[in-house]
């Protein structure tokens, strides 16, 4: 069975930073591509990053591009997205999200195109 963690919400000002985790369990982890989603108060969840099997290859929504960084330590079955430059529209509760990856060269963006979800961290920024 799957499981997905995910930790390191918290409260920070806007113009803070914070950076989440997400501990993958039951597979082996080099196999699966990993995703960020989103979700705040009355908004569907949305795509924020995902990152290729190997880490090669990362895509970013615009608009976290240039704030946000997906990164992955295969060894310790573990995604990241460092956070920085935070908004007050950046609150959300952060979701990671994995699937198995048909090729080393595959990112995916779409909620459905993953399997597997975390419960969810909460991230709230104060303006």
């Known amino acids: 069975q799957v499981q997905l963690v995910e930790s390191g919400g918290g409260l920070v000002q806007s113009g803070g930073s914070l950076r989440l985790s997400c501990i993958v369990s039951?597979?082996?982890?080099?196999?699966?591509?990993m995703g960020w989603f989103r979700q705040a108060p009355g908004m569907e969840r949305e795509f924020v990053a995902a990152?290729?099997?190997?880490?090669?290859?990362?895509h970013y929504a615009d608009s976290v591009k240039g704030r946000f960084t997906i990164s992955r330590d295969n060894a310790k079955n573990t995604v990241y997205l460092q956070m920085d430059s935070l908004k007050p529209e950046d609150t959300a509760v952060y979701y990671c999200?994995?699937?198995?990856?048909?090729?080393?060269?595959?990112?995916?963006?779409?909620?459905?195109?993953?399997?597997?979800w975390g419960q969810g961290t909460q991230v709230t920024v104060s303006s």
């Open positions: 039951g597979r082996t982890f080099s196999t699966y591509v």
């Open positions: 999200a994995a699937t198995i990856g048909s090729s080393r060269f595959v990112v995916h963006s779409g909620m459905s195109e993953y399997d597997y």
């Open positions: 990152i290729s099997r190997a880490g090669t290859l990362v």
